[in-house]
Antibody, heavy 118, light 107 residues
Framework: QVQLVQSGAELKKPGSSVKVSCTASGAPFSVYAINWVRQAPGQGLEWVGGIHPKFGTPNHAQKFQGRVTITADTSTSTSYMELSSLRSDDAAIYYC???????????WGQGTLVTVSS | DIQMTQSPSSVSASVGDRVTITCRASQAIGNWLAWYQQKPGKAPKFLIHGASTLQEGVPSRFRGSGSGTEFTLTISSLQPEDFATYYCQQANSFPLTFGPGTKVEIK
């Protein structure tokens, strides 16, 4: 059974960075891409970006250009999403998700709440 | 980017009712569409892919249809556990985008 377990909630100040981890189990880590989707309070779902552990090339939504870094460590089956220059509108639950070959999100982590406040 | 819209934004219904949600894409996406169900405080659950293929374990009262730019999710007989928010997602091209969601509420 595939499981994605994320790191705990974070409280960050505006302008700082946050790094969220996601550890996968139950399936070979290098077979599927790991992506990140966020959800602001009371809002919808927004794709942030992702990486295929085998190929190592990340991609991300244009709005996060220059601020997001997504990596994968195959030795620990863990993906990381780091977002810098945090603003109040970055406050959200960040989900790691497994991306199928058809570009669907079939397994979701439990979510990591990122709060941005001075 | 492909924009996704959903209608209605919310619907009030009773147990046993038939509910239909529409999702539209700003350009043709073939059948590259998924549906997710999200309950309060939980991560979304993957229901349907390829516009009409149910994920394993999803009850047959859920039905997806459509292609091109217009898609529907129909719940044939609403059950208490179906009250949730439903999102569509296009899988045709990056950036992957979601509809704004449709909340199915208890009447």
């Amino acid at each position: 059974q595939v499981q994605l377990v994320q790191s705990g909630a974070e409280l960050k100040k505006p302008g700082s960075s946050v790094k969220v981890s996601c550890t996968a189990s139950g399936a070979p880590f290098s077979v599927y891409a790991i992506n990140w989707v966020r959800q602001a309070p009371g809002q919808g779902l927004e794709w942030v970006g992702g990486i295929h552990p085998k190929f190592g090339t990340p991609n991300h939504a244009q709005k996060f250009q220059g601020r997001v870094t997504i990596t994968a460590d195959t030795s620990t089956s863990t993906s990381y999403m780091e977002l810098s220059s945090l603003r109040s509108d970055d406050a959200a639950i960040y989900y790691c998700v497994r991306l199928t070959g058809g570009h669907y999100f079939d397994y979701w982590g439990q979510g990591t709440l990122v709060t941005v406040s001075s | 980017d492909i924009q996704m819209t959903q209608s209605p934004s919310s619907v009030s219904a009773s147990v046993g009712d038939r509910v239909t949600i529409t999702c539209r894409a700003s350009q043709a996406i073939g059948n590259w569409l998924a549906w997710y169900q999200q309950k309060p405080g939980k991560a979304p659950k993957f229901l349907i892919h390829g516009a009409s293929t149910l994920q394993e374990g999803v009850p047959s009262r859920f039905r997806g249809s459509g292609s091109g730019t217009e898609f529907t999710l129909t719940i044939s007989s609403l059950q208490p556990e179906d009250f949730a928010t439903y999102y569509c997602q296009q899988a045709n091209s990056f950036p992957l985008t979601f509809g704004p969601g449709t909340k199915v509420e208890i009447k």
